[in-house]
DNA sequence: CGGGTCAAGTTGTACTGTGCAACCAGGTGA
DNA sequence: TCACCTGGTTGCACAGTACAACTTGACCCG
């Protein structure tokens, strides 16, 4: 396999692989969508953030977050506390409840992730890993 | 990095990578939607095929494969040919114009990917491309 | 200070992709 | 023949998304 080749494959399989992506993530966990769940991730990992962070990190419009949110409030998976310095802004943080399913869901993909990946030696894995790592860092939005 | 590091990474990039897929791919195509571009790469590979394998190859729901056809058949890019022998069965097939816009967004697929991985050896090329099609080949549905 | 402009968020509207269920029409086998 | 199966379409509902208009609050400049 040449370069041009391993370009058009690395194409072909990234494309099936998104085509996939959402239908089996609702499939798995239909309790939390692939986008509520990472947001709720990103809320995690950032120990809270404004609804326009959101919105700007994952390259949605406002509207779209601010019916996210408001669905993952109505959920009881998220709260809003409103910023004392600036009443515009309210700042969004993971409830217990969010906290915990989102560990829960985060749990399952994992199974599901070392099953499918059981049977491949570390040192692929940790090569994947890189690869993948690198091949996403070439774009805006993480 | 240790394997559990690893498929954590291989995780969170792949979901990365799946969230964004679908809108970028909106950006770079507006002609094309990524269900229809597969949909079409399928024609074009099988030589036609009927609707009822595209939604059993691509686990959709057959009223879905049957409305984007319809789409489709509308601009179109595909033909629908009656089986003679088997009065229920159309046969799909992509037109000359089919064939076209699926060539062009092809080309300007691979351009865009190409661009991406300029900078990556060979060698991490075709690794990279090994390991999406051995992860994807875990999959049932293409 | 006051008015213009900017920023955060919400709401109305529309469109796409999707699934399920009901249905139609054509084939198949007991 | 009649019951059942199969390929496909259509009606309906729903999620996710964008765009545009709007509200509210902050900020800056004259």
Not at 8 to 15: L, S, Y
């Amino acid at each position: 396999m040449d370069a041009a080749e391993a370009v058009e494959v690395i194409q072909h399989e990234m494309t099936a692989f998104a085509r996939r992506a959402r239908a089996s993530a609702g499939r798995m966990h239909p309790e939390l969508s692939l986008v509520s769940y990472t947001l709720l991730g990103h809320l995690e990992e950032s120990g809270g953030c404004r609804a326009t962070d959101l919105a700007a990190h994952y390259a949605l419009d406002k509207s779209t977050v601010s019916r996210q949110v408001s669905a993952l409030e109505r959920a009881g998976l998220v709260g809003r506390h409103p910023d004392p310095d600036d009443h515009r802004v309210q700042t969004l943080q993971l409830t217990d409840a969010g906290r915990e399913i989102l560990a829960q869901v985060t749990r399952s993909r994992r199974v599901a992730f070392r099953e499918r990946l059981a049977d491949w030696p570390e040192e692929d894995l940790t090569r994947f890993a890189a690869y993948l790592e690198r091949y996403n860092a070439g774009t805006a939005a993480d």
